[in-house]
């Protein structure tokens, strides 16, 4: 009963495999500590699994030397083409001082292109219907959270997310009900992987992307390789529009895909779509949310409260049309949505109150019609 | 160290031979394997509410999980601290003779196999970081992936790993993990 190590289940593992490759590179943060320490206590074959991955680790640890990795290829010569070609990128590397490595720093990897795919146009509601073997991730308002699937792929979900996984020997299908999330695929050319978001089908073999999934729009946008959207809307929308796309390599397919590449976005929505070609700043401040950031530019408060509603835990009410045309730009964290409202009451003439559920702004000659509240 | 034990506390120590190959078969070096002994009794004895806890065998057992993921834990931050001392340590622990090199080349076998079990991919990444130390955005860089799809690899590479090693024999392992102890015993005196 103590002592079944060959019986630690294979997802206590997979999990405790997670935890340690993180742990392993020094960066967990404290919330990430609390939840790990959360994890480990739950259960003690998350507590045998963390002890055995570990221990798996440091025997790699003991070999991660020019004679440790001789050892190894001496003991197994099938290593041998592994090690070889690791040695090569090894000397490659610094060969290249290590100062590319942090000058690249984020977008030096975004270069890299992934292979392209095929794209199948099936309707989300077939895709998944009822299927009971799909896994089920969401995320509460204010909540972001990071699952790794079984092949590797990682997916962020931002606050209010709801999505459905379902892998098959032939595809990767991911359902985005509603909400935000940063996927970064695994390579596997067999498997296509799928995002349906409504109408909308974003497909890629190895890359990394974000799609945000609101009522009335959807918004793809690549960080690293090539995806290929496919949108009912597309055939007509964009054809019409082709000539204000700033993105003239993004044309609409025969089979009525678009394929976007790094640093380009696209935004669906009944009204038509918009491709447009991003500079790294501003593909940074898109995916500012997964480091709990938010940032504006020149957008109208109704606009950003439109957003902000989706991380905020009480309801933003704008009493008034004139608070709702204020342009506003800036940064802000998405835990502390109050105090940026308040904030604004420096720089603008406006009223913030907040109370238990509410966060009401209105223009300051309203402020004393609000005082009753 | 150990206050004279109390007559309940019987219901523990009857234990203690068991909580031993516990420990052994997890930390291979009897040094480490009797400080943590000591330490889980400890725990428990400081425990004043002991004597209420209705199954004794599974709580001495629950304070050894928790120990021994604390000190694979500490390990942890001496490996990050240690990046660079960490190499030389191994290679001028004189301990590390031709002999025990010789009875060790089963088990280098098996890590090289579990190595092999990866996909290739993975295998890559994982070794770039666990044999080369690259750090995920350097194996990244190298591979053309986002340094969260390596930090994947690793974590699979691990989990995968380590299901491989709990297969093969755990006497085949006691050797390794007999170095492992004493070299991070080495790294934690320097």
Redesign the interface.
């Known amino acids: 009963m103590?002592?079944k190590?060959?019986h630690?289940p294979?997802r206590a593992?997979?999990e405790?495999?997670?935890w340690?490759?993180?742990?392993?590179?020094?960066n967990m943060s404290r919330t990430e500590r609390a939840d790990f320490e959360a994890w480990?206590?739950a259960y003690?074959d998350h507590?045998?699994?963390?002890?055995?991955?570990?221990?798996?680790?440091?025997?790699?640890?003991?070999?991660?030397?020019k004679?440790?990795?001789q050892?190894?290829?001496?003991?197994?010569p099938?290593?041998r083409p592994?090690?070889d070609?690791?040695e090569d990128?090894?000397t490659?590397?610094s060969k290249n001082s290590r100062l590319?490595?942090a000058l690249?720093g984020k977008y030096?990897?975004?270069?890299?292109?992934a292979a392209c795919l095929l794209v199948v146009l099936v309707s989300g509601v077939i895709f998944f219907g009822n299927d009971p073997f799909a896994n089920h991730y969401s995320t509460e308002v204010g909540e972001l959270q990071t699952v790794?699937l079984e092949d590797?792929?990682?997916i962020t979900l931002n606050t209010d997310t709801s999505l459905s996984v379902a892998f098959s020997d032939t595809e990767r299908r991911i359902l985005l009900k509603h909400g935000e999330a940063f996927f970064?695929?695994?390579?596997d050319k067999d498997r296509p992987f799928k995002v349906v978001a409504g109408k909308d089908i974003v497909q890629a073999v190895?890359t990394?992307f974000n799609v945000k999934k609101r009522a009335d729009t959807t918004k793809v946008t690549v960080?690293?390789g090539v995806v290929e959207v496919k949108s009912e809307p597309f055939l007509g929308a964009l054809t019409n529009k082709a000539g204000t796309n700033k993105a003239s390599t993004n044309k609409v397919g025969p089979s009525g895909t678009i394929s976007l590449a790094v640093g380009e976005n696209l935004t669906i929505s009944a009204a038509g779509t918009q491709n447009a070609v991003l500079s790294p700043l501003e593909v940074e401040c898109i995916m500012a949310w997964r480091t709990g950031m938010l940032h504006f530019n020149g957008i109208t408060l109704s606009n950003v409260v439109k957003e902000l509603q989706y991380y905020a835990h009480k309801e933003i009410i704008l009493t008034d049309e004139a608070v709702g045309e204020l342009v506003v730009g800036g940064s802000l964290n998405t835990h502390n949505i109050s105090a940026f409202l308040k904030g604004l009451e420096l720089t603008f003439q406006i009223k913030v109150i907040e109370r238990d559920t509410v966060i009401i702004l209105s223009t300051i000659t309203r402020q004393t019609d609000l005082s009753s509240i | 160290m150990v206050k004279k034990p109390h007559k309940g506390d019987q219901r523990y120590l009857k234990h203690s031979s068991?909580l031993h190959?516990?420990l052994s078969?997890?930390l291979g070096n009897p040094a480490t394997v009797d400080e943590l002994i000591q330490d889980v009794f400890l725990k428990i004895f400081k425990n004043t509410k002991r004597h209420s806890v209705e199954k004794p065998?599974a709580y001495l057992?629950?304070v050894a999980?928790?120990l021994?993921?604390d000190h694979?834990?500490h390990?942890?931050a001496r490996?990050?601290n240690n990046m660079l001392e960490?190499?030389e340590t191994?290679?001028t622990d004189t301990s590390f003779s031709e002999e025990k090199?010789l009875e060790t080349?089963?088990?280098?076998?098996s890590?090289?196999?579990?190595?092999?079990t990866l996909p290739p991919?993975?295998?890559?990444a994982f070794?770039?970081s666990?044999?080369?130390?690259?750090?995920?955005?350097?194996v990244?860089?190298?591979?053309?992936?986002?340094?969260?799809?390596v930090?994947?690899?690793?974590?699979?590479?691990?989990?995968?790993?380590?299901?491989y090693?709990?297969?093969v024999d755990?006497r085949e392992k006691s050797h390794?993990?007999d170095?492992?102890v004493q070299?991070?015993k080495t790294v934690a005196t320097k």
């Open positions: 103590t002592d190590k060959t630690i294979d593992l997979a405790a495999g997670q340690l490759a993180r742990e392993l590179e020094g480990v206590d003690p507590q045998d699994a963390y002890i055995e991955t570990h221990k798996t680790s440091i025997l790699f640890s003991n070999q991660a030397t004679e440790g990795r050892q190894l290829v001496e003991a197994a099938e290593l592994l090690i070609e690791c990128l090894s490659l590397a590319p490595f690249g030096g990897w975004i270069s890299a292109i790794m590797g792929s990682i970064d695929v695994a390579k190895g990394a960080t690293e | 068991e190959n516990f078969k997890r065998r057992f629950a999980r928790n021994l993921v694979f834990r390990n942890i490996q990050h960490f190499d191994i290679h090199r080349r089963e088990d280098l076998r890590l090289a196999v579990a190595i092999r991919r993975t295998r890559k070794t770039l666990r044999l080369y130390k690259y750090s995920y955005a350097e990244g860089e190298m591979m053309g992936i986002s340094p969260r799809t930090e994947g690899h690793v974590a699979k590479g691990l989990a995968t790993c380590t299901t090693m709990l297969q755990t390794m993990t170095n492992i070299f991070s």
